[in-house]
């Protein structure tokens, strides 16, 4: 007989995949919003990964519920559980991975990403941002907006101090939400690597309740002594 308390911790790391699947999907949904600086720093592919990552926690969740109410001398669903979530694992990886790896070279990658964005976009960012250009005034500055609204000015600015351009407050926001979601993902992987381990042991516990019953059976039901 699998024990209450093995029970209740396997119930309990269920219910962070099932949180975790619902983290991923509704952020995903929510940062697709109009947002000049999160649409900078978060691609439709990124968003996109994020949300095929939340179904397929949810999935694998409801997956989980349907393996654990099977009776004791059926593990087939908890044996196939185990490999959604290894397959669970490997999408946080790569998912995880890669955003660490983005963030490795974040003012060369926002650089490109600075030159490829539109003027409007850069106007946006300026007045947003209090800055002018982005490695300088000279680094594809656009005159226009509130802030950076006369070539005098963008002329006048100090190329030395970096604070009057915009490569500073990117890179910023865009660490600090980098790291917050890769962090996450991984902390992902150990809610999938716990619940694997759990539902090892009561696949174990659940297959020697099963013999120990049969045992039992052939000795005419009087257990052990």
């Known amino acids: 007989m699998v024990s209450k308390k093995l029970m209740g911790v396997w119930a309990f790391l269920d219910f962070c995949l099932l949180a975790a699947g619902i983290v991923a999907l509704v952020l995903s949904?929510?940062?697709?919003?109009?947002?000049?600086?999160?649409?900078?720093?978060?691609?439709?592919?990124?968003?996109?990964?994020?949300?095929?990552?939340?179904?397929?926690?949810?999935?694998?969740?409801?997956?989980?519920?349907?393996?654990?109410?099977?009776?004791?001398?059926?593990?087939?669903?908890?044996?196939?559980?185990?490999?959604?979530?290894?397959?669970?694992?490997?999408?946080?990886?790569?998912?995880?991975?890669?955003?660490?790896?983005?963030?490795?070279?974040?003012?060369?990658?926002?650089?490109?990403?600075?030159?490829?964005?539109?003027?409007?976009?850069?106007?946006?960012?300026?007045?947003?941002?209090?800055?002018?250009?982005?490695?300088?005034?000279?680094?594809?500055?656009?005159?226009?907006?509130?802030?950076?609204?006369?070539?005098?000015?963008?002329?006048?600015?100090?190329l030395t101090q970096e604070a009057n351009f915009c490569v500073s407050p990117i890179t910023k926001f865009a660490d600090t939400t980098l790291n917050n979601i890769f962090t996450t993902v991984y902390g992902f992987m150990a809610v999938v690597i716990c619940l694997f381990l759990a539902s090892l042991c009561v696949i174990k516990k659940r297959q020697e309740a099963e013999r120990f019953k049969k045992i039992d059976a052939k000795r005419g039901g009087r257990g052990f002594v």
């Open 29 to 158: 949904i929510v940062w697709r919003k109009t947002d000049v600086m999160m649409n900078m720093v978060l691609s439709n592919a990124d968003l996109t990964a994020g949300t095929v990552l939340g179904i397929v926690l949810l999935i694998t969740f409801a997956l989980s519920i349907g393996a654990i109410v099977q009776p004791n001398h059926v593990t087939i669903g908890l044996v196939i559980l185990n490999w959604a979530l290894i397959a669970d694992a490997l999408g946080i990886v790569v998912i995880g991975t890669f955003v660490w790896f983005f963030t490795l070279r974040e003012r060369a990658n926002f650089h490109d990403l600075w030159l490829q964005a539109s003027d409007q976009t850069r106007i946006t960012l300026q007045d947003k941002l209090s800055c002018c250009g982005y490695f300088s005034s000279l680094d594809k500055a656009v005159i226009g907006g509130t802030h950076c609204a006369s070539v005098e000015f963008v002329q006048s600015l100090n």
